[in-house]
Nanobody, 124 residues
């Protein structure tokens, strides 16, 4: 079992920045891939970014490339999503997820463990 707790969401203005954190416990942190997903009202959940257990492989949704950075600190059992140049369309509930694979990629089915979600709201 893996427990995930997100933090760092909130309200930001367009062009601003937020940093989401995900604290993990329950398994050897470096053994599994992590992902960040988001879901806006009335829309399907989508993958924003993913990172392998070692941090050597990453994936980004096209619309966030160059603005968001996924990272992890295996010594601290922490995952992060740095979000810069925020846009109103980034408004959503953001979820941290853990895979049973060393890299889960962008597919939600590869992530059996999910955090409770944190709201990100970007005003124009």
């Amino acid at each position: 079992q893996v427990q995930l707790i997100e933090s760092g969401g909130g309200l930001a203005q367009a062009g601003g920045s937020l940093r989401l954190s995900c604290e993990a416990s329950g398994r050897t942190f470096s053994s599994y891939g992590m992902g960040w997903f988001r879901q806006a009202p009335g829309k399907e959940r989508e993958s924003v970014a993913a990172i392998s257990g070692s941090g050597g492989i990453t994936y980004y949704l096209d619309s966030v490339k160059g603005r968001f950075t996924i990272s992890r600190d295996n010594a601290k059992n922490m995952g992060y999503l740095q979000m810069n140049s925020l846009k109103p369309e980034d408004t959503a509930v953001y979820y941290c997820a853990a895979s049973t694979l060393t890299y889960g990629g962008r597919y939600p089915a590869n992530y059996p463990y999910w955090g409770q979600g944190t709201q990100v709201t970007v005003s124009s």
